[in-house]
């Protein structure tokens, strides 16, 4: 089958980065299209960022020009480059895959998640 596992998540101050990874196993790494979603506390699960296998990257409106999504397929990894975090970008960040590909921004076109990694930003 295959899992998702995140990392990377902690605790930064407001203006600070962090860098999260997924490592992906089994089929999950042929996945056509994969994605980073935030659920902040409270609130419903949201798209933050997507690539396909070719490279092309999708932003949400609020992360655009803040966060980057790069996958290197040789490594089987997927990273979310996020910097000037702002104490509202805290919440449980899942990585998601999806084999065939879909609208991006949608959760049910993505076949498997991870457990999630919380990041915490403070003012």
């Known amino acids: 089958q295959g899992q998702l596992v995140e990392s990377g998540g902690g605790l930064v101050q407001a203006g600070g980065s962090l860098r999260l990874s997924c490592a992906c196993s089994g089929r999950t790494c042929d996945s056509f299209l994969m994605a980073w979603f935030h659920e902040a506390p409270g609130e419903e699960r949201k798209f933050v960022a997507a690539?396909?296998?070719?490279?092309?990257?999708y932003y949400g409106d609020s992360r655009k020009g803040r966060f980057t999504i790069s996958r290197d397929i040789a490594e089987n990894t997927v990273l979310l480059q996020m910097d000037n975090l702002k104490p509202e970008d805290t919440g449980v960040y899942y990585c998601a895959a999806s084999r065939r590909g879909g609208t991006f921004y949608f959760q049910s076109t993505f076949n498997d998640w991870g457990q999630g990694t919380q990041v915490t930003v403070s003012s």
């Open positions: 690539i396909t296998k070719p490279g092309t990257t």
